[in-house]
């Protein structure tokens, strides 16, 4: 069990090298080209699914511009009316207790790894227009958490991941699962216990925990008009935030996973309308969670971006969401070089480029500003038919070693996307490869930091 009173362990991951590349402007554009349109990504669930110096304001006066001094309530028909919701003002002691700002988390989180293919598995029922999900076997978390493929998560398995170096536990979760389909979009108590079964074993080990509406988000989308689907977020989100409100600062809430950008039922929108609207999906996260009070006041959140695409993230239309406290958000996007993985052209220097050049977009309107960058999926394994016939990098451990190096240069967090027994083997409580551990050993060297109890 979590002591959530208890202060955790942090691991302050040091930048260990910086990668010098070329420009090669025609090999760079070739692959920026390939960019420009979401990729669909096949495979299971999400497989890939010189120094910087980042300027930003220490001052508090200038960052996360979008602090108001009251949040706009969206309690709506579907709310929970249990002690999930507090909607009583948010106290001193909440920001108090929570002290760490969105930039030193970053610095703490280090590099991460998804618990992949595991509490986001579901099987599709499209009769079912509440949960999106069919019932699996006896109907247990077990049922679903392996429905997919991984084995029952134990403690022994995050503890082996928090021993191989990563600091940072992501917990992709698919909320319709155990949803009884009856139109009030409660989540299952049971399922809901197990997910904080696994946000527990990843506190007691020192991780910092971040948990996410995952595939969900994209059913709702789907199936629902904007409006609806705003309710049924935000009252998703109230019921989450409430579960866990007094959780420490450790554990971290993502709002939301690849969906944001997704066409609805109400057809193709124009460009404007659906940055809107992913606007107002990433304001309600946000409002629904910090309307439970307690830690969640002031706890860190991580704004989902648009499809998680990084030009369609960097897009001035793009906005980051109003805030009733100072400095406690990040946007999350995914695979800095998603598109040279997608088109095989790996290992060259216009990969190097390519990824470099996504890097500033991110540092141009996100970092520059004071507002951290989660990247929620890296890709763990190049192989063999990634790789470009041009490659001066061709072993998957180098590239790995290129990305994370990149990512961490410019203060990014960066998250593999794993699923079981893949790249950390949960049977065996080990990286697979040698050569990977190696990489990871190298950027997880840290100085462990108690933090002061208030």
């Known amino acids: 069990m979590v002591n959530k009173n208890a202060g955790y362990l942090r691991r302050n991951s040091r930048i260990l ?12 554009l070739f692959c920026i080209g390939g960019c420009k349109a979401k990729v669909a990504q096949t495979g299971t669930e999400d497989e890939q699914d010189g120094s910087v110096e ?11 511009d979008s602090f108001v001094e009251d949040s706009e309530d969206i309690s709506g028909e579907n ?3 249990s002690s999930a919701v507090n909607d009583q003002p948010f106290s001193a002691d909440d920001v108090r207790n929570f002290p760490t700002d969105a930039w030193e988390m970053a610095e703490y989180m280090g590099i991460g790894i998804n618990l992949g293919n595991t509490m986001e598995a579901y099987w599709e029922d499209k009769a079912n227009l509440t949960g999106g999900a069919q019932t699996i076997g006896a109907d247990t978390p077990g049922n679903y958490e392996t429905c997919w493929g991984a084995v029952e998560t134990n403690e022994a398995m995050i503890n082996g991941m928090e021993e191989a170096g990563f600091s940072t536990l992501r917990i992709p979760v698919y909320w319709g699962n155990m949803m009884a389909d009856d139109g009030t979009f409660t989540i299952h108590q049971e399922y809901l216990g197990r997910v904080a079964e696994l946000v527990s074993y990843g506190l007691d080990a020192d991780m910092y925990v971040v ?19 705003l309710e049924i977020t935000g009252n998703l989100w109230k019921q989450i935030a409430g579960y866990f409100r007094e959780y420490p600062e450790e554990l971290i809430f993502e ?33 629904a969670v910090r309307s439970t009070g307690g830690g969640n006041a002031a ?19 793009f906005l980051m969401p109003q805030d009733t406290v100072k400095d406690r958000l990040m946007v999350s996007v995914h695979y800095i070089d998603n598109a040279c993985y997608w088109t095989n052209s790996i290992g060259n220097e216009a990969w190097l480029d390519y990824s470099r050049s996504q890097c500033e977009l ?8 004071g507002i951290p960058v989660f990247v929620g999926e890296c890709t763990a394994g190049y192989t063999p038919e990634h790789i470009s016939w041009d490659a001066t990098v ?61």
């Not at 706890?299 to 239309?317: K, M, P, Q």
């Open 255 to 287: 709002g939301f996973n690849e969906a944001l950008g997704m066409t609805g039922p109400e057809g193709q929108l124009d460009a404007d309308r659906m940055y809107a609207f992913v606007n107002d999906m990433n304001q309600t996260f946000v409002d």
């Open 394 to 454: 061709t072993d998957s451990s180098d590239c790995l070693e290129a990305i994370l190096g990149l990512t961490r240069e410019y203060g990014m967090v960066p998250v593999l996307w794993d699923v079981c027994d893949q790249f950390y083997l949960r049977s065996e409580l080990c990286i697979a490869s040698e050569a990977d551990q190696r990489v990871i050993d190298a950027f997880s060297s840290s100085v462990d930091i108690t933090k002061n109890e208030k």
């Open 79 to 81: 709310d929970q009316d």
């Open 54 to 64: 980042v300027s930003r304001d220490i001052s508090g006066e200038d960052r996360q």
């Open 299 to 317: 706890r860190i959140l991580i704004v989902s971006g648009y499809n998680t695409n990084i030009d369609a993230t960097t897009d001035e239309r």
């Open 362 to 369: 991110l540092k141009a309107r996100f970092l520059d500003q």
């Open 211 to 229: 948990i996410n509406i995952h595939h969900y988000d994209g059913f709702l989308i789907e199936h629902y008009p904007q409006d609806q689907v």
């Open 17 to 28: 090298f910086h990668i010098t590349v070329g420009c090669i402007v025609s090999c760079m």
